[in-house]
Protein backbone atom coordinates (compact mmCIF):
# COMPACT_ATOMS: atom_id res chain seq x y z
CA UNK A 1 0.00 0.00 0.00
CA UNK A 2 1.40 3.37 -1.09
CA UNK A 3 2.02 5.54 2.26
CA UNK A 4 1.99 9.67 1.16
CA UNK A 5 5.38 11.02 3.05
CA UNK A 6 4.52 13.13 5.98
CA UNK A 7 5.87 16.33 3.64
CA UNK A 8 2.82 16.12 1.47
CA UNK A 9 0.08 15.89 4.06
CA UNK A 10 -0.19 19.75 4.69
CA UNK A 11 0.04 20.41 0.25
CA UNK A 12 -2.72 17.87 0.14
CA UNK A 13 -4.81 19.85 2.68
CA UNK A 14 -8.14 20.87 0.49
CA UNK A 15 -7.85 24.51 2.04
CA UNK A 16 -4.55 24.65 0.48
CA UNK A 17 -4.15 23.12 -3.19
CA UNK A 18 -7.97 23.78 -4.10
CA UNK A 19 -8.83 26.87 -3.02
CA UNK A 20 -4.97 28.84 -2.62
CA UNK A 21 -3.11 26.91 -5.44
CA UNK A 22 -4.72 26.18 -8.97
CA UNK A 23 -2.62 23.48 -10.98
CA UNK A 24 -1.92 24.31 -14.62
CA UNK A 25 -0.92 21.86 -17.47
CA UNK A 26 0.60 23.77 -19.69
CA UNK A 27 0.10 22.34 -23.26
CA UNK A 28 0.53 25.35 -25.92
CA UNK A 29 2.48 28.33 -24.51
CA UNK A 30 1.88 31.32 -26.15
CA UNK A 31 1.42 34.85 -25.03
CA UNK A 32 -2.61 34.60 -24.04
CA UNK A 33 -1.41 31.75 -21.33
CA UNK A 34 -0.75 34.95 -19.39
CA UNK A 35 -4.87 35.03 -18.47
CA UNK A 36 -4.35 31.60 -17.76
CA UNK A 37 -2.35 32.80 -14.57
CA UNK A 38 -4.71 35.71 -12.64
CA UNK A 39 -2.69 37.27 -10.17
CA UNK A 40 -5.67 37.30 -7.76
CA UNK A 41 -4.80 33.25 -6.76
CA UNK A 42 -1.86 31.47 -6.82
CA UNK A 43 -1.01 29.54 -9.89
CA UNK A 44 1.51 25.92 -10.39
CA UNK A 45 2.13 25.84 -13.89
CA UNK A 46 4.15 22.66 -15.19
CA UNK A 47 5.47 22.20 -18.90
CA UNK A 48 7.75 19.16 -20.16
CA UNK A 49 9.73 21.17 -22.52
CA UNK A 50 12.98 23.75 -22.39
CA UNK A 51 10.99 25.93 -24.82
CA UNK A 52 7.73 26.26 -23.25
CA UNK A 53 9.79 26.44 -19.85
CA UNK A 54 11.70 29.64 -21.11
CA UNK A 55 8.65 31.10 -23.36
CA UNK A 56 6.67 31.08 -19.90
CA UNK A 57 9.70 33.38 -18.93
CA UNK A 58 9.04 35.58 -21.48
CA UNK A 59 4.97 35.92 -21.05
CA UNK A 60 4.73 35.62 -17.26
CA UNK A 61 7.36 37.77 -16.05
CA UNK A 62 6.81 41.93 -15.79
CA UNK A 63 9.13 44.72 -14.82
CA UNK A 64 7.19 44.56 -10.90
CA UNK A 65 8.00 41.09 -10.67
CA UNK A 66 10.87 39.97 -8.11
CA UNK A 67 11.65 36.49 -8.91
CA UNK A 68 13.63 33.45 -7.81
CA UNK A 69 14.60 30.48 -10.49
CA UNK A 70 15.81 27.11 -8.53
CA UNK A 71 17.91 25.33 -10.96
CA UNK A 72 19.56 28.38 -13.00
CA UNK A 73 22.30 25.87 -14.83
CA UNK A 74 24.34 27.88 -17.49
CA UNK A 75 21.94 31.23 -16.96
CA UNK A 76 19.75 30.67 -20.17
CA UNK A 77 16.43 31.19 -18.77
CA UNK A 78 17.38 33.79 -15.91
CA UNK A 79 18.74 35.89 -18.75
CA UNK A 80 15.38 35.63 -20.07
CA UNK A 81 14.05 36.90 -16.55
CA UNK A 82 16.57 39.19 -15.96
CA UNK A 83 15.88 41.21 -19.09
CA UNK A 84 12.00 41.85 -18.09
CA UNK A 85 11.58 41.10 -14.26
CA UNK A 86 12.48 43.64 -11.62
CA UNK A 87 15.13 41.41 -10.24
CA UNK A 88 16.18 37.80 -10.37
CA UNK A 89 18.02 35.57 -7.95
CA UNK A 90 19.37 32.44 -9.77
CA UNK A 91 20.07 29.17 -7.49
CA UNK A 92 22.02 26.12 -8.33
CA UNK A 93 24.46 23.37 -7.07
CA UNK A 94 27.10 23.25 -9.56
CA UNK A 95 30.11 25.74 -8.91
CA UNK A 96 31.09 25.42 -12.09
CA UNK A 97 27.46 26.19 -13.52
CA UNK A 98 27.27 29.30 -11.01
CA UNK A 99 30.30 30.90 -12.45
CA UNK A 100 29.22 30.53 -16.07
CA UNK A 101 25.90 31.56 -15.41
CA UNK A 102 27.54 34.99 -13.22
CA UNK A 103 29.53 35.92 -16.78
CA UNK A 104 26.14 35.29 -18.82
CA UNK A 105 24.13 37.40 -16.86
CA UNK A 106 26.38 39.89 -15.01
CA UNK A 107 23.49 42.05 -13.58
CA UNK A 108 21.69 39.40 -11.69
CA UNK A 109 22.40 37.82 -8.11
CA UNK A 110 23.28 34.06 -8.18
CA UNK A 111 23.69 31.70 -4.89
CA UNK A 112 24.93 28.21 -4.18
CA UNK A 113 21.70 26.43 -2.68
CA UNK A 114 20.37 23.25 -2.29
CA UNK A 115 16.77 23.73 -1.66
CA UNK A 116 16.56 20.20 -0.57
CA UNK A 117 19.11 20.41 2.27
CA UNK A 118 19.03 24.29 2.78
CA UNK A 119 15.16 25.24 3.02
CA UNK A 120 15.70 27.33 6.58
CA UNK A 121 18.68 29.09 4.21
CA UNK A 122 16.03 29.65 1.15
CA UNK A 123 13.36 30.63 3.72
CA UNK A 124 16.11 33.50 5.10
CA UNK A 125 16.98 34.44 1.76
CA UNK A 126 16.12 38.32 1.64
CA UNK A 127 14.55 37.70 -1.86
CA UNK A 128 12.65 34.75 -0.53
CA UNK A 129 10.37 37.67 1.67
CA UNK A 130 9.24 39.31 -1.27
CA UNK A 131 9.48 37.05 -4.29
CA UNK A 132 6.35 36.49 -5.98
CA UNK A 133 6.99 34.37 -9.02
CA UNK A 134 9.69 31.24 -8.72
CA UNK A 135 10.45 29.03 -12.14
CA UNK A 136 11.97 25.44 -10.50
CA UNK A 137 13.98 23.11 -12.93
CA UNK A 138 15.79 20.29 -11.54
CA UNK A 139 16.44 18.06 -13.91
CA UNK A 140 13.68 16.61 -16.72
CA UNK A 141 13.82 13.57 -15.40
CA UNK A 142 13.52 13.91 -11.63
CA UNK A 143 10.70 11.82 -9.97
CA UNK A 144 7.33 13.08 -9.65
CA UNK A 145 7.65 13.16 -5.76
CA UNK A 146 11.34 14.62 -6.14
CA UNK A 147 9.32 17.58 -7.45
CA UNK A 148 6.37 17.72 -5.67
CA UNK A 149 8.60 17.80 -2.71
CA UNK A 150 10.63 20.60 -3.76
CA UNK A 151 6.91 22.50 -5.19
CA UNK A 152 6.12 21.81 -1.24
CA UNK A 153 9.84 23.63 0.02
CA UNK A 154 8.98 26.74 -2.14
CA UNK A 155 5.49 27.01 -1.10
CA UNK A 156 6.55 27.12 2.40
CA UNK A 157 9.88 28.51 2.04
CA UNK A 158 8.44 31.46 -0.34
CA UNK A 159 5.11 32.73 1.25
CA UNK A 160 4.26 35.40 -1.11
CA UNK A 161 4.87 33.23 -4.17
CA UNK A 162 1.71 33.96 -6.74
CA UNK A 163 3.03 31.51 -9.50
CA UNK A 164 5.18 28.64 -9.64
CA UNK A 165 6.39 27.46 -13.17
CA UNK A 166 8.02 23.99 -12.84
CA UNK A 167 9.96 21.45 -15.96
CA UNK A 168 9.49 18.34 -15.53
CA UNK A 169 8.92 15.67 -17.92
CA UNK A 170 7.37 12.95 -15.20
CA UNK A 171 5.13 15.77 -13.77
CA UNK A 172 3.66 17.26 -16.90
CA UNK A 173 2.91 13.78 -18.15
CA UNK A 174 1.14 12.45 -14.89
CA UNK A 175 -1.27 15.10 -14.73
CA UNK A 176 -1.96 15.45 -18.23
CA UNK A 177 -3.00 11.85 -18.15
CA UNK A 178 -4.84 12.39 -14.94
CA UNK A 179 -8.50 11.44 -15.05
CA UNK A 180 -9.34 14.43 -13.09
CA UNK A 181 -8.00 16.47 -15.84
CA UNK A 182 -10.93 18.84 -17.71
CA UNK A 183 -9.38 19.13 -21.29
CA UNK A 184 -12.61 21.11 -22.76
CA UNK A 185 -11.68 23.74 -20.01
CA UNK A 186 -8.09 24.28 -21.80
CA UNK A 187 -8.51 26.43 -24.82
CA UNK A 188 -5.32 25.05 -26.45
CA UNK A 189 -3.43 26.98 -23.51
CA UNK A 190 -3.41 24.37 -20.99
CA UNK A 191 -5.38 22.08 -19.01
CA UNK A 192 -6.82 22.71 -15.20
CA UNK A 193 -5.87 20.23 -13.06
CA UNK A 194 -9.10 19.08 -11.58
CA UNK A 195 -9.48 17.42 -7.82
CA UNK A 196 -5.37 18.14 -7.34
CA UNK A 197 -6.05 16.15 -3.43
CA UNK A 198 -7.28 13.11 -5.62
CA UNK A 199 -3.81 13.63 -7.76
CA UNK A 200 -1.41 13.62 -5.29
CA UNK A 201 -2.82 11.18 -2.82
CA UNK A 202 -2.61 8.56 -6.20
CA UNK A 203 -0.70 6.00 -6.02
CA UNK A 204 -0.10 5.30 -9.37
CA UNK A 205 3.60 4.77 -11.16
CA UNK A 206 4.99 6.72 -7.61
CA UNK A 207 7.96 5.50 -6.65
CA UNK A 208 9.85 6.66 -3.84
CA UNK A 209 11.97 10.04 -4.31
CA UNK A 210 15.30 9.52 -4.58
CA UNK A 211 15.92 12.04 -1.33
CA UNK A 212 14.72 10.93 1.80
CA UNK A 213 12.76 13.56 3.42
CA UNK A 214 11.62 11.72 6.71
CA UNK A 215 15.30 10.74 7.42
CA UNK A 216 16.40 14.32 6.12
CA UNK A 217 13.63 16.18 8.60
CA UNK A 218 14.76 14.15 11.85
CA UNK A 219 18.28 14.84 11.42
CA UNK A 220 17.34 18.45 11.34
CA UNK A 221 15.32 18.07 14.41
CA UNK A 222 17.82 16.31 16.12
CA UNK A 223 20.25 19.20 14.85
CA UNK A 224 17.89 22.04 16.00
CA UNK A 225 17.57 20.57 19.47
CA UNK A 226 21.34 20.26 19.82
CA UNK A 227 21.62 23.47 18.99
CA UNK A 228 19.11 24.83 21.22
CA UNK A 229 20.54 22.82 23.99
CA UNK A 230 24.14 24.41 23.34
CA UNK A 231 22.35 28.01 23.03
CA UNK A 232 20.66 27.64 26.35
CA UNK A 233 24.22 26.52 28.36
CA UNK A 234 25.89 29.49 26.93
CA UNK A 235 23.58 32.36 26.13
CA UNK A 236 26.22 35.01 26.04
CA UNK A 237 28.07 33.18 22.83
CA UNK A 238 24.33 32.28 21.05
CA UNK A 239 21.65 34.38 19.04
CA UNK A 240 19.12 33.73 16.72
CA UNK A 241 19.57 34.96 13.32
CA UNK A 242 16.25 37.24 13.37
CA UNK A 243 17.95 38.84 16.51
CA UNK A 244 21.48 39.46 15.07
CA UNK A 245 19.61 40.85 11.73
CA UNK A 246 17.52 43.04 13.40
CA UNK A 247 20.12 44.58 15.01
CA UNK A 248 22.21 45.05 11.88
CA UNK A 249 21.80 48.72 9.79
CA UNK A 250 20.07 47.92 6.63
CA UNK A 251 21.93 45.42 4.37
CA UNK A 252 23.20 43.47 1.06
CA UNK A 253 24.28 39.77 1.45
CA UNK A 254 26.98 38.45 -0.38
CA UNK A 255 28.23 35.67 -0.19
CA UNK A 256 27.49 35.84 4.12
CA UNK A 257 29.33 39.38 4.32
CA UNK A 258 26.24 41.88 5.50
CA UNK A 259 26.87 45.11 3.47
CA UNK A 260 26.14 47.88 4.67
CA UNK A 261 26.31 51.59 3.37
CA UNK A 262 27.00 54.73 5.55
CA UNK A 263 25.36 57.80 3.43
CA UNK A 264 27.06 60.70 5.08
CA UNK A 265 30.53 59.36 4.16
CA UNK A 266 29.14 57.62 1.21
CA UNK A 267 31.34 54.39 1.73
CA UNK A 268 30.27 50.63 2.06
CA UNK A 269 31.41 48.25 4.89
CA UNK A 270 30.97 44.66 6.08
CA UNK A 271 29.27 44.73 9.48
CA UNK A 272 28.96 40.77 10.24
CA UNK A 273 29.80 37.74 8.32
CA UNK A 274 27.46 34.74 8.79
CA UNK A 275 28.81 30.86 7.92
CA UNK A 276 27.05 27.97 7.42
CA UNK A 277 28.68 25.21 8.85
CA UNK A 278 28.33 22.40 6.71
CA UNK A 279 30.24 24.61 3.92
CA UNK A 280 33.37 25.72 6.12
CA UNK A 281 35.14 22.87 6.94
CA UNK A 282 38.22 25.13 7.65
CA UNK A 283 37.33 27.69 9.58
CA UNK A 284 37.54 26.51 13.29
CA UNK A 285 40.93 25.20 12.68
CA UNK A 286 42.35 27.40 10.12
CA UNK A 287 39.88 30.70 9.95
CA UNK A 288 39.80 29.97 5.72
CA UNK A 289 36.35 30.70 4.79
CA UNK A 290 35.00 28.95 1.72
CA UNK A 291 33.87 31.69 -0.92
CA UNK A 292 31.59 29.83 -4.25
CA UNK A 293 32.38 32.42 -6.41
CA UNK A 294 34.22 33.32 -9.73
CA UNK A 295 37.27 35.63 -9.94
CA UNK A 296 35.26 38.43 -10.34
CA UNK A 297 32.92 38.33 -7.78
CA UNK A 298 36.03 37.62 -5.59
CA UNK A 299 37.45 40.61 -6.60
CA UNK A 300 34.03 42.56 -5.70
CA UNK A 301 34.01 40.81 -2.53
CA UNK A 302 37.46 42.09 -1.33
CA UNK A 303 36.82 45.34 -2.80
CA UNK A 304 33.59 46.15 -0.89
CA UNK A 305 33.40 44.53 2.54
CA UNK A 306 37.12 46.26 3.41
CA UNK A 307 39.53 44.36 5.87
CA UNK A 308 38.49 46.12 9.46
CA UNK A 309 37.51 43.55 12.50
CA UNK A 310 33.70 42.52 12.34
CA UNK A 311 31.77 39.72 14.74
CA UNK A 312 31.57 36.14 12.97
CA UNK A 313 28.54 33.72 13.45
CA UNK A 314 28.84 30.07 12.50
CA UNK A 315 25.93 28.00 11.93
CA UNK A 316 22.89 26.54 9.87
CA UNK A 317 19.75 28.31 8.34
CA UNK A 318 17.92 31.18 9.92
CA UNK A 319 15.09 32.60 11.14
CA UNK A 320 14.86 31.47 15.02
CA UNK A 321 17.91 29.06 14.54
CA UNK A 322 20.66 30.06 17.37
CA UNK A 323 24.10 31.29 15.76
CA UNK A 324 27.33 31.05 17.86
CA UNK A 325 29.02 33.87 18.23
CA UNK A 326 33.06 33.16 17.39
CA UNK A 327 34.58 36.29 17.89
CA UNK A 328 36.13 39.14 15.59
CA UNK A 329 37.37 38.24 12.56
CA UNK A 330 39.49 40.76 9.78
CA UNK A 331 40.23 40.00 6.16
CA UNK A 332 43.99 38.91 5.12
CA UNK A 333 43.89 37.50 1.40
CA UNK A 334 42.47 35.16 -0.83
CA UNK A 335 44.44 32.25 -0.62
CA UNK A 336 46.21 31.52 -4.11
CA UNK A 337 45.36 27.97 -5.48
CA UNK A 338 49.00 26.83 -5.19
CA UNK A 339 48.08 26.67 -1.13
CA UNK A 340 48.45 23.42 0.67
CA UNK A 341 44.75 24.64 2.28
CA UNK A 342 43.41 23.34 -1.55
CA UNK A 343 44.82 19.74 -0.70
CA UNK A 344 43.11 19.84 3.07
CA UNK A 345 41.55 16.24 3.76
CA UNK A 346 38.64 17.87 5.63
CA UNK A 347 37.96 19.81 2.29
CA UNK A 348 38.26 17.41 -0.21
CA UNK A 349 35.74 15.21 1.74
CA UNK A 350 33.14 18.26 1.19
CA UNK A 351 33.85 18.75 -2.00
CA UNK A 352 33.09 14.84 -2.60
CA UNK A 353 30.20 14.98 -0.85
CA UNK A 354 28.73 18.39 -2.88
CA UNK A 355 29.94 16.14 -6.36
CA UNK A 356 27.92 13.53 -5.21
CA UNK A 357 24.55 15.86 -4.51
CA UNK A 358 25.16 17.83 -7.52
CA UNK A 359 23.82 16.27 -11.27
CA UNK A 360 26.39 19.05 -12.41
CA UNK A 361 30.23 18.98 -12.67
CA UNK A 362 31.02 21.29 -10.00
CA UNK A 363 34.94 23.07 -9.15
CA UNK A 364 36.36 23.68 -5.71
CA UNK A 365 35.95 26.69 -3.83
CA UNK A 366 38.32 29.98 -3.12
CA UNK A 367 39.79 29.90 0.42
CA UNK A 368 39.55 33.90 1.79
CA UNK A 369 42.25 33.74 4.78
CA UNK A 370 40.72 35.39 7.82
CA UNK A 371 42.49 36.57 11.36
CA UNK A 372 41.06 36.12 14.63
CA UNK A 373 40.83 40.11 16.64
CA UNK A 374 41.67 39.26 20.50
CA UNK A 375 39.15 41.43 21.98
CA UNK A 376 40.21 43.50 24.49
CA UNK A 377 39.15 42.10 28.24
CA UNK A 378 37.67 45.61 29.54
CA UNK A 379 36.93 47.16 26.55
CA UNK A 380 34.22 49.76 26.08
CA UNK A 381 33.08 48.55 22.78
CA UNK A 382 30.53 46.64 22.01
CA UNK A 383 31.84 42.66 20.15
CA UNK A 384 28.93 42.53 17.85
CA UNK A 385 25.49 44.11 17.30
CA UNK A 386 23.48 42.37 19.38
CA UNK A 387 25.23 44.49 22.34
CA UNK A 388 24.43 47.75 20.53
CA UNK A 389 21.33 49.69 21.72
CA UNK A 390 20.60 50.06 18.04
CA UNK A 391 21.68 49.45 14.18
CA UNK A 392 23.10 53.21 13.38
CA UNK A 393 25.27 52.75 16.81
CA UNK A 394 26.39 49.77 15.61
CA UNK A 395 27.22 50.91 11.94
CA UNK A 396 29.03 53.88 14.07
CA UNK A 397 31.43 50.81 15.68
CA UNK A 398 32.17 49.65 12.90
CA UNK A 399 32.97 52.92 10.72
CA UNK A 400 35.22 53.01 14.34
CA UNK A 401 37.12 50.22 13.43
CA UNK A 402 37.67 50.72 10.04
CA UNK A 403 39.24 54.19 10.50
CA UNK A 404 41.46 52.50 13.55
CA UNK A 405 42.85 50.02 10.67
CA UNK A 406 43.07 52.86 8.19
CA UNK A 407 45.47 54.62 10.64
CA UNK A 408 47.28 52.11 11.98
CA UNK A 409 48.39 51.00 8.58
CA UNK A 410 49.23 54.61 7.65
CA UNK A 411 46.79 54.94 5.14
CA UNK A 412 44.86 57.76 7.15
CA UNK A 413 46.35 59.99 9.59
CA UNK A 414 45.58 60.50 12.98
Known amino acids: MFQCPDFLEAAMRPDVDELDFTWLVAQQVTGHIRARCPSTSSTVVVVAST ?29 ILHARAADVLGLDVSVAQLAESRRRVPGAEFEFLDIFEEADRLAALPAAAHCKKVFLDIGGDRQRLQVLHAIDILRRCVPKAQLIVVKSEELHSAMASWTGCASSASSGEGVYLERPCDFLHSAEGFGPPARLPKQRRATRIRSLAQNQLMASADPERWFSRQEIEAALPSFSNMRGFCLARDEDLNVELATCLFLHH ?33 PVFWGQGGGPVMQEFLGSYEIVEMLPLSHSLYEAPALCEHLQRLRRRSRRPMTGPQLLQMKYVEAALESEYPEHPCKCSDPSAWLQEILRNAIELLVASGSLSA
Open 51 to 79: IDYRNLARHLVSAEDHVIEVGSSLGHCTE
Open 278 to 310: EQNPLFLDHAACCIYADDEEVEELMRRCGKHAI
